[in-house]
């Protein structure tokens, strides 16, 4: 258990659609990272979040959204969803911001878009 | 080109062959860091090693040795004596730094091991 954990496990729904993927990071880590992955894409950096504010921005498309609250806590908001969205998102906590340490990374939420 | 090269796709070996997974990368900073995960059938994602490039040191930690070789930018994984257990997909990764002073991380596509009993 790495002590990161993500809301919900699974998520079903359909094109157009709005989520909102939640994760909390693991105790004392300031940083949240954002990941997608799918078959054809392997493991793509999002967004990173330090302390509350945007740190590093990676292939996050317009229609995503993330932030991270004054707990801690990060959420992922994924709009106007297409087939393509479908994939496995991972949010990641790491102690620094600067992105040189290792990062533990929550269970993953699946993402299946119909 | 690609920043962390993980040309092995998929490697199968049987129960207690030792089995080496290949990590080549590419940066032009002086400072920059190197991990390996691995990501079991369970989809986590598992923190392995760490390793900065101020230091070559060889790393053994139980059946698991890191091979560290700036010369030919390689950072290689060995599985000594592998199980079933062992079994998953395994990335490598790169940190270095961006123009904006952040490190920016970059993922290899990954090896996938399968460890026939």
């Known amino acids: 258990d790495s002590g990161v954990t993500q809301t919900p496990k699974h998520l079903i729904t359909a094109t157009g659609q709005r989520v909102t993927l939640r994760c909390s990071p693991r105790?004392?880590?300031?940083?949240v990272y954002w990941y997608q992955q799918s078959l054809d894409q392997g493991l793509q950096f999002l967004i990173q979040?330090?302390?509350?504010?945007?740190?590093a921005k990676g292939n996050i498309l317009e229609r995503f959204s993330a932030q991270q609250f004054p707990d801690l806590h990060s959420e992922l908001n994924l709009s106007s969803l297409e087939l393509g969205d479908s994939a496995l998102y991972f949010c990641?906590?790491?102690?620094?911001?600067?992105?040189?340490?290792?990062?533990?990374f929550g269970p993953g939420t699946r993402l299946t878009v119909t | 080109a690609q920043k962390v090269t993980q040309a092995q796709t998929e490697i199968s070996v049987v129960e207690k062959e030792d089995v080496t997974l290949d990590c080549v990368y590419e940066?032009?900073?002086?400072?920059?860091?190197l991990f390996w995960y691995k990501q079991p059938p369970s989809g986590e994602l598992v923190f392995l090693i760490r390793?900065?490039?101020?230091?070559?040191q060889n790393e053994i930690s139980g059946r698991y040795s890191w091979n560290f070789q700036k010369s030919t930018s390689s950072f290689n994984f060995t599985i000594t004596a592998s199980q079933v257990v062992d079994s998953a997909v395994y990335f490598c990764?790169?940190?270095?730094?961006?123009?904006?002073?952040?490190?920016?991380?970059?993922f290899g596509t990954g090896t996938r091991l399968k460890v026939l009993a």
């Open positions: 105790s004392g880590d300031l940083s």
């Open positions: 390793r900065n490039s101020f230091d070559e």
């Open positions: 979040y330090y302390n509350g504010e945007e740190r």
């Open positions: 990641a906590s790491s102690v620094d911001g600067k992105g040189t340490y290792e990062q533990y």
């Open positions: 940066t032009r900073d002086t400072t920059y860091y």
């Open positions: 990764a790169l940190s270095e730094k961006t123009t904006s002073g952040t490190y920016k991380y970059i």
